[in-house]
């Protein structure tokens, strides 16, 4: 649960009532400085207790799948789903459990729906990862935080021989990773470990207890069809390169990490408090709270080893209320990723708990409010959130290819974010975020910018391609058309809305708009839009 004081940055905002003007040139091939755009870049994390709420048990969950599938629809691949986070740490491997069974605190106004303090679970458990979309690539969580190697070893077995198994199998749905402990670096906060507990104490703790997870599950280095997710840190007092230094990499175990973990979020509610929303739909921030992993990222990527966000969100402890759940949020989401992956960050796994705040969406109904856990008569059924919104704009700017590149744009606006996509050495795409939070309590007229596009070579691109671009002279464009940031619902993608209850299908006419080159676009306060060249 990492995060960065940035997001308490005051901001000033430029805009007033009236329409300004920006230039911004985009360049026609991608620049040396382009990250690669996974089509998995926007993927989710799930908190291990309630899986099977989110698979279905007997039969699929078609709400879960019908969400994952629409994101695969856009980029011709369904997002990773990673299982395990708190909960991960307080579950247990029993022969004789068929599916899971799981001890919970009491609800209460902060947490409406808390984490498991202890789960038991089956070989079942694990088969249901079969309800996931064909072609979904899964990591799942071992405990470590028990120090029982018994115990993370049939954990380890039960996951493996569960993707062995016939209807798995059939599914499509593939094993990638095993993660041997969540958040390692709170231990000493947790009760997990002892108060004194350092990185070295956790390295050698890792290698002792991976090492026969490793060999009971038949993990074969790090190039293997299963291998190791390594670090998982909340916070930066462990990070990824003390562990490079301390040699876990040349241990049995750590010679089988193919990726590095970290976690991050821009607060913590674990304890309610005040989160402005202002405040957090900031340009300054969302750097801010990436930049800091520059150093990790560098390193990583300096021993051939794939660096993710492996667990983050807007706001730890499943998101703060009038911030998490609304419209803005979409659009620091939208921000924030693209942000990360221009700073070579290959995916975000997005948490997800039942009834968390910050979700992208609800798979079944609740019986009680997310925000305070009051009653909810009747229930709330399955329904998707703001959040939703904005993987639907990530991915639309990513595409199918499985090829492109993006590189973040300059735009002199402190609130306004842009990026260009790259298909074949080509710009295919670009998307332009305003994170000037126009509110329900917002007086006068909405603030608007217009974009003046400009286009130049770039690193491969020549004069005549730039001709060719404006002599073809039109784009067309999809628009993020959100009422008020703090909005809780009404949003629409391209005019159509993707919130009907208990299903998660587009209502209403898809709407394109004409971009004529040379005009350029305007963009409303809390806007985003996507243009196609």
């Not at 091939?29 to 048990?57: A, C, H």
């Not at 924030?336 to 975000?348: F, K, N, P, R, V």
């Not at 948490?351 to 609740?366: D, R, S, T």
């Amino acid at each position: 649960m990492g995060y960065h004081a940035l997001f308490l940055a005051t901001i000033a905002s430029a805009h007033i009532a009236g329409i300004f003007a920006l230039n911004v040139s985009l360049p026609i091939s991608p620049p040396s400085r382009s990250q690669p755009l996974s089509r998995t870049l926007i993927s989710f994390s799930l908190e291990q207790d309630r899986w099977s709420d989110w698979t279905g048990t007997h039969s699929r969950n078609e709400f879960t799948y019908t969400a994952l599938q629409n994101y695969a629809l856009l980029t011709g691949e369904p997002p990773k789903i990673r299982v395990g986070a708190n909960s991960e740490d307080h579950t247990f491997w029993s022969p004789t459990a068929t599916n899971s069974e799981a001890e919970f605190p009491p609800s209460n106004t902060i947490t409406p729906y808390p984490e498991a303090t202890h789960i038991v679970v089956g070989n079942k458990y694990y088969e249901l990862s079969r309800f996931l979309p064909r072609g979904t690539h899964m990591t799942w969580g071992i405990n470590m935080g028990a120090d029982d190697v018994t115990n993370a070893v049939n954990m380890a077995n039960a996951i493996v021989r569960a993707f062995r198994t016939t209807a798995v199998k059939a599914s499509g749905v593939i094993l990638d990773l095993l993660e041997v402990g969540n958040e390692p670096d709170l231990y000493k906060n947790n009760g997990l470990r002892p108060s004194k507990w350092t990185v070295q104490d956790y390295v050698h703790d890792w290698i002792a207890l991976t090492g026969p997870v490793v060999k009971a599950a038949g993990v074969s280095g790090n190039k293997g069809p299963v291998s190791m997710q390594g670090a998982s840190f909340a916070g930066r007092g462990f990070t990824p390169r003390q562990l490079f230094d301390l040699g876990i990499l040349d241990s049995a175990p750590g010679k089988a990490i193919s990726v590095i973990s970290q976690h991050q979020y821009s607060a913590a509610f674990c304890n309610g408090g005040d989160f402005p929303l202002v405040s957090f739909m900031s340009k300054a921030a969302v750097r801010g709270n990436l930049t800091v992993f520059n150093a990790d990222i560098a390193a990583t990527k300096a021993r051939g080893l794939r660096y993710i966000l492996g667990e983050t969100n807007s706001i730890a402890c499943h998101g703060a209320p009038g911030v998490s759940n609304t419209a803005g949020a979409a659009l620091w989401t939208i921000d924030y990723t693209l942000q990360a992956a221009s700073l070579g960050i290959e995916e975000l796994f997005f948490h997800e708990g039942i009834g968390f705040k910050y979700n992208f969406f609800q798979p079944i109904a609740l019986d009680r409010s997310t925000i305070d856990g009051s009653p909810l008569k009747p229930p709330a059924p399955a329904h998707a959130q703001p959040g939703y919104y904005a993987g639907l704009v990530v991915n639309s700017l990513i595409g199918k290819t499985g090829s492109s590149k993006i590189v973040e744009l300059t735009v002199g606006d402190s609130n306004i974010s842009g990026y260009a996509a790259f298909e074949d050495g080509r710009l295919v795409r670009a998307v332009f975020v305003n994170l000037h939070a126009w509110l329900v309590s917002s007086k006068g007229k909405r603030p608007s910018v217009h974009i003046d596009l400009d286009f130049a070579k770039g690193d491969t691109g020549t004069q005549g391609d730039v001709d060719a671009l404006w002599k073809k002279g039109q784009a067309t464009a999809k628009r993020l058309v959100i009422v008020h940031a703090d909005d809780t619902e009404g949003l629409k993608w391209a005019g159509q809305s993707w919130e009907t209850k208990n299903s998660i299908q587009p209502t209403g006419k898809l709407v394109t708009e004409r971009v004529v080159l040379s005009e350029g676009v305007d963009l409303r306060s809390t806007e985003a839009i996507l243009i196609e060249f």
